[in-house]
């Protein structure tokens, strides 16, 4: 069994310990499979035979997977950060099987240093926030042979009792020791308690950046919370449309506030999940007419209960395909308008002529948020901050190095911001790969610090690929 097959079964069963369906783990494993993998030459051969599936055809499904994984490599999966907002005690482990399945897919085809930087970009973005206090960095040994990682929960405390997290749910009692094997662990059921308000608003105040942002996001919640006591007192209420514009270029941290918005949201009662379900016109239109009406519906039934977030929703204007999944979409967030949240997302301009195409968008989508561009200060701060959370150093120099990179870089609409600064650090990881390959054993200090000379001359092309 290769190890990229090993890796999914592993995900698989951790899922299985979490109430997850196995189906849906192994289509987050395989697509994320897929992103690390993608610079690699013939790296779809042995994804196809590790994922299980015909040789016929593998290409094709390889791309496609590493299309709708890209969004893995700087955000948790669906389900983990479910799992993280539920504080589930498998979200540790799964997160751990979801890195072994980024570091797996490293090695497919013929090795490039830029999936060795891809690899541990996903692998960040996953165990960000599972309570893991260890994330061994990617040394470049793991080319060769995934590393094993050690993990072991830590308790988060409660967060004090005033404003808004006067709805929190009671502290949640200790977890067991971790065993050295989980597969033998029998997990009792253990009441937890999801992230309070006060907390993910934190978290959103924890962000660089967005102060127009967070300071709507801070009235809606108020507002919401609000609407919610008067409805307990047996008030009436006005009717608060809760569905949301993004406004905004590429890499402004749209999706990361939808994270939080969703959480927010399940947080006052207001959603029974909290999850979030992104998709774009791909994952909502399908080839033939009447075909597009069931597909809709299907990545509606998968939000419900959380929050469905359509990103550049404008390209569902134009053409009858488009029409056909916009009117399935007013009619399914009117069925599920008490527990569906809609944010759609894109630039300005289109996004205004989408929500004109049809009156039920106009009535439904009345609260629009702008999300600014990053200073130079804002992203060299985004980019050490990814860095850390990968397990990186970076000197002054090295974030000298990326202004004068910043400076160099032409601004316009597509300008892809903290996504740019992404694809910069995922390069500069490879090329600190490929200048220790000779090391046959480097330091942790080796493995951690990044050089100036990382972030190389043709940095500006290579952090315009990619998500």
Same mark, same amino acid.
């Given at each position: 069994?290769?190890?990229?097959?090993?890796?999914?079964?592993?995900?698989e069963?951790?899922a299985?310990?979490?109430?997850?369906?196995?189906?849906?783990?192994?289509?987050?494993?395989?697509s994320l499979?897929a992103?690390?993998?993608?610079p690699n030459k013939?790296?779809?051969? #042995?994804?196809?035979a590790?994922?299980g599936?015909?040789?016929?055809?593998?290409a094709?499904?390889f791309?496609?997977?590493?299309?709708?994984g890209?969004?893995?490599?700087?955000?948790?999966?669906?389900?983990?950060?479910?799992?993280?907002l539920?504080?589930?005690? @498998?979200?540790p482990?799964?997160?751990?099987a979801?890195a072994?399945v980024?570091?797996?897919?490293?090695?497919?085809?013929t090795?490039?240093?830029r999936?060795?930087?891809?690899?541990?970009?996903?692998?960040?973005? @996953?165990?960000?926030?599972?309570?893991l206090?260890?994330?061994?960095p990617l040394?470049?040994?793991?080319?060769?042979?995934?590393r094993?990682?050690v993990?072991?929960?830590?308790?988060?405390?409660?967060?004090?009792?005033q404003?808004?997290?006067?709805?929190?749910?009671p502290?949640?009692?200790?977890?067991?020791?971790?065993?050295?094997?989980?597969?033998?662990?029998?997990?009792?059921p253990v009441e937890?308690p999801?992230k309070?308000?006060?907390?993910?608003?934190?978290?959103?105040?924890?962000?660089t950046?967005?102060?127009?942002?967070?300071?709507?996001?801070?009235?809606?919640?108020a507002?919401?919370?609000?609407?919610?006591?008067?409805? #307990?007192?047996?008030?009436?209420?006005?009717?608060?449309?809760?569905?949301?514009v993004?406004?905004?270029?590429?890499?402004?941290?749209?999706t990361?506030?939808?994270?939080?918005?969703?959480?927010?949201?399940?947080?006052?009662?207001l959603?029974?999940?909290?999850?979030?379900?992104?998709?774009?016109?791909?994952?909502?239109?399908?080839?033939?007419?009447? @075909?597009?009406?069931?597909?809709?519906?299907?990545?509606?039934?998968?939000a419900?209960?959380?929050?469905?977030?359509i990103?550049?929703a404008?390209?569902?204007?134009?053409?009858?395909?488009?029409?056909?999944?916009?009117?399935?979409l007013v009619?399914?967030?009117?069925?599920?308008?008490n527990?569906?949240?809609?944010?759609?997302?894109?630039y300005p301009g289109?996004?205004?002529?989408?929500i004109?195409?049809n009156?039920g968008?106009?009535?439904r989508f009345?609260?629009?948020l702008?999300?600014?561009?990053y200073?130079?200060?804002?992203?060299?701060?985004?980019?050490?901050?990814?860095a850390?959370?990968?397990?990186?150093?970076?000197?002054d120099?090295?974030?000298?190095?990326?202004?004068?990179?910043?400076?160099e870089?032409?601004r316009?609409?597509?300008?892809g911001n903290?996504?740019?600064?992404?694809?910069?650090?995922?390069?500069?990881?490879?090329r600190?790969?490929?200048r220790?390959?000779?090391?046959?054993?480097?330091?942790?200090?080796?493995l951690?610090?990044?050089?100036?000379?990382?972030l190389?001359?043709?940095?500006?092309?290579?952090?315009?690929?990619?998500?």
């Amino acid at each position: 069994m290769s190890a990229l097959a090993e890796a999914l079964a592993a995900l698989e069963s951790v899922a299985g310990r979490a109430g997850v369906e196995a189906g849906v783990a192994r289509a987050e494993g395989e697509s994320l499979a897929a992103t690390v993998a993608e610079p690699n030459k013939g790296a779809f051969v #042995d994804w196809a035979a590790g994922a299980g599936r015909p040789a016929a055809g593998g290409a094709e499904a390889f791309f496609d997977a590493a299309v709708r994984g890209r969004r893995f490599r700087v955000a948790p999966t669906p389900t983990m950060g479910l799992l993280e907002l539920e504080r589930s005690a @498998q979200a540790p482990a799964y997160a751990a099987a979801l890195a072994d399945v980024a570091t797996a897919a490293s090695t497919l085809g013929t090795p490039d240093p830029r999936a060795v930087g891809n690899a541990a970009m996903a692998s960040a973005a @996953q165990l960000g926030g599972s309570s893991l206090d260890v994330r061994a960095p990617l040394g470049l040994d793991r080319l060769d042979q995934p590393r094993a990682r050690v993990v072991q929960p830590v308790q988060t405390p409660p967060a004090p009792e005033q404003g808004l997290d006067k709805l929190d749910q009671p502290e949640a009692p200790d977890q067991p020791e971790a065993l050295d094997h989980p597969e033998q662990k029998v997990v009792e059921p253990v009441e937890t308690p999801t992230k309070s308000v006060a907390e993910l608003l934190g978290e959103l105040d924890a962000l660089t950046g967005l102060a127009d942002v967070k300071t709507e996001i801070h009235k809606q919640a108020a507002i919401l919370r609000i609407e919610g006591l008067r409805k #307990d007192a047996g008030l009436g209420q006005p009717t608060i449309t809760r569905h949301l514009v993004f406004n905004g270029n590429p890499g402004t941290g749209k999706t990361t506030v939808a994270r939080l918005v969703a959480g927010i949201y399940r947080a006052l009662g207001l959603l029974s999940k909290g999850q979030l379900i992104e998709c774009d016109r791909s994952e909502l239109v399908a080839g033939y007419l009447g @075909q597009t009406a069931a597909k809709t519906a299907d990545m509606v039934k998968r939000a419900e209960g959380g929050v469905l977030f359509i990103d550049e929703a404008y390209s569902l204007t134009g053409d009858q395909y488009g029409k056909e999944a916009i009117d399935t979409l007013v009619k399914e967030m009117e069925d599920k308008r008490n527990d569906l949240v809609v944010i759609v997302a894109g630039y300005p301009g289109p996004m205004a002529a989408f929500i004109a195409e049809n009156p039920g968008l106009e009535s439904r989508f009345r609260t629009t948020l702008d999300f600014a561009d990053y200073s130079d200060d804002e992203l060299v701060e985004i980019f050490g901050s990814m860095a850390e959370a990968a397990d990186y150093d970076t000197a002054d120099a090295v974030l000298d190095r990326l202004h004068a990179v910043l400076e160099e870089t032409e601004r316009g609409p597509a300008f892809g911001n903290a996504r740019f600064v992404r694809n910069v650090l995922e390069a500069a990881i490879g090329r600190q790969a490929w200048r220790l390959r000779d090391v046959e054993k480097p330091t942790v200090e080796q493995l951690r610090t990044l050089d100036p000379a990382d972030l190389g001359p043709d940095t500006v092309d290579i952090a315009g690929e990619g998500a």
